[in-house]
């Protein structure tokens, strides 16, 4: 596909731009920049509502942009980035419209992305294996792991080798069997020269370029970086967010709606994965008190994941091999499977083990083989460091400002930026715990009261102009990169104190909303209660005396 083709939106790119302005101007943490030309007609298109940048804040480790519409005829050229929340659902962080399919115009989108997320870069990034989308991910996020989507790469075999998958049915099973089941890089090396071998396709100039690029597509490549991937049949870089919405058939008219059905959507199944969580008890399949402290900290997902993991230590036992004063070397192997054997080394000071599995630095659930090991050592509870906080039921509670974000930017601008967004993704999190109770409400107005008394002394005391004063604010206004980024500068104090009251009636705006969140969803969850002590079992006696049970039970989740 051509690099530089152009798009145009038509009609519907102002019906696009006039929602997102109405939806900036309701909620100020509503996120959009736009490039192009003063008319828009022809500029790319960035939004991010203001869930998608909380959600970041707490899952924002690994992401995806999809761009799907480049194949299969799309009429809108919608892209996303998309992450996994703490159920292993997808969850949203962003969307755009890319008219320009060129390198300043990917190189442009990742940086406003980046933006808008308060300079958070993510550990890792899937992608479509685009050239194009390769050099802007190593120019904007150059420590960020880049891995291609192999379905991406699966669907473009398919298309190369179009006359080998019809005359040998057999290869495309044994292809991706080639690619996801192997455990080993030497496994890997061997299987793929034998698959090649036995079709005869070692000079296949496409398979030869796969091969190349192994390192960024092959799962047993990347098992030493965050992926958040908890099931190998997880479709990474697939559109699950937007399945069943957007479709080759969706027109520009058409995608707002459908864009604001799928964000209502997945909001729906993680109130629900909440719910279940919460208010139902794991079945428990051991006695071991390690599987009922992961009940207590884990969703209701992961725990599964974990538990299987945890159950499958019977049948794979740790034998000692090697044991040097504080590092223990373990061998693990299931019965009967000695040639898939895995090496647990066991730090007893540190209570650290790796594995060389490394499917806890692949998805962040510790492993069978570990597991074996602790089981071995006597050790009855998971040590902290092997339970990351994204997991668990509590993802989203407390601080999730990340730590990479504490190093600011040298470019004043760029600071500036980070700043603005760090300290209103905090107040909004600050309001939303407020707004839980009675109680917590006072304490946090007093708390906003103190701080509110402490901006205005520090304000005060300061002399002189402050440094790195501008502000571009992609929530409260467009951005057009062609044009230079338009800041606004505060250079007196009455203006500085019309910016603090503004940012105060923001904050007393976002408690009020808080207050309605917290009322809908009490609403809805007594909703469920009392569906279910409404749950009628009807029962009807016929003439030979048979008794018929029938239940009505009708789901009372809803949008709000």
Request: one cysteine or more; charged letters at 20%; hydrophobic letters at 35%.
């Amino acid at each position: 596909m051509s690099a530089n083709r152009q798009r145009t939106l038509g009609g519907g790119g102002q019906h696009v731009l006039d929602y997102l302005k109405r939806m900036q101007a309701e909620n100020p943490a509503f996120f959009y920049a736009v490039q192009g030309d003063s008319d828009h007609s022809a500029g790319n298109i960035f939004w991010a509502d203001a869930a998608s940048r909380m959600n970041y804040s707490y899952f924002g480790d690994t992401v995806t942009f999809n761009t799907t519409y480049r194949t299969g005829g799309y009429r809108v050229p919608f892209a996303s980035f998309t992450g996994v929340n703490h159920h292993g659902q997808p969850v949203l962080f962003g969307c755009a419209l890319i008219l320009n399919e060129s390198e300043s115009t990917f190189t442009w989108l990742f940086q406003t992305w980046l933006q808008a997320m308060s300079g958070c870069r993510p550990i890792s990034i899937t992608t479509d294996p685009d050239q194009v989308i390769q050099v802007a991910v190593t120019q904007v996020l150059p420590e960020t792991r880049h891995r291609f989507c192999k379905w991406g790469i699966f669907r473009e075999t398919q298309e190369k080798l179009a006359d080998i998958y019809q005359s040998h049915p057999t290869f495309e099973t044994e292809f991706k069997k080639c690619i996801n089941e192997s455990e080993t890089i030497d496994e890997f090396e061997s299987s793929w020269e034998s698959l090649l071998g036995r079709y005869y396709v070692m000079n296949n100039e496409w398979l030869q370029s796969m091969y190349s690029a192994r390192q960024q597509w092959v799962p047993v490549y990347m098992r030493d970086t965050f992926f958040g991937e908890i099931s190998v049949t997880d479709k990474s870089g697939g559109n699950l967010f937007f399945d069943g919405h957007l479709t080759a058939m969706t027109t520009i008219q058409m995608l707002i709606k459908q864009y604001e059905k799928a964000v209502a959507s997945w909001h729906d199944k993680e109130l629900k994965a909440d719910y279940d969580t919460t208010n139902t008890t794991p079945v428990l399949k051991t006695p071991s008190p390690m599987e009922k402290q992961a009940g207590n900290l884990y969703t209701r997902r992961i725990f599964m994941k974990f538990q299987e993991e945890l159950v499958e230590t019977l049948a794979n036992p740790a034998t000692k091999v090697d044991d040097s004063g504080t590092i223990t070397t373990y061998r693990v192997a299931k019965f009967g499977q000695d040639h898939k054997a895995r090496t647990v080394s066991f730090n007893s000071f540190e209570m650290k083990a790796s594995c060389s599995c490394q499917m806890f630095e692949y998805s962040g659930i510790i492993c069978r083989h570990v597991l074996a090991v602790f089981r071995a050592k006597n050790v009855l509870t998971l040590p902290s460091q092997y339970v990351l906080k994204r997991w668990t039921r509590n993802a989203k509670t407390g601080a999730a400002v990340d730590e990479r974000a504490s190093d600011l930017p040298n470019n004043t601008q760029e600071s500036l930026n980070v700043r603005y967004n760090n300290l209103r993704q905090e107040a909004i999190k600050y309001v939303e715990e407020g707004a839980k109770s009675i109680h917590i409400y006072n304490v946090a107005m007093d708390a906003l009261r103190d701080a509110s008394n402490k901006l205005a002394a520090a304000k005060n005391q300061s002399s002189g102009p402050t440094h790195g004063s501008t502000l571009s604010n992609g929530a409260s206004q467009e951005l057009h990169s062609a044009e230079g980024t338009q800041t606004q500068t505060y250079q007196s104090a009455d203006m500085k104190e019309k910016k603090i009251q503004e940012m105060t009636s923001e904050l007393e705006n976002i408690n009020h909303r808080s207050e309605v969140y917290r009322s809908n969803l009490l609403a809805v969850l007594k909703d469920i209660e009392e569906q279910k002590l409404k749950l009628s079992v009807k029962t009807h006696t016929d003439a030979a005396g048979h008794t018929e049970l029938s239940r009505v039970y009708k789901p009372p989740f809803k949008n709000f």
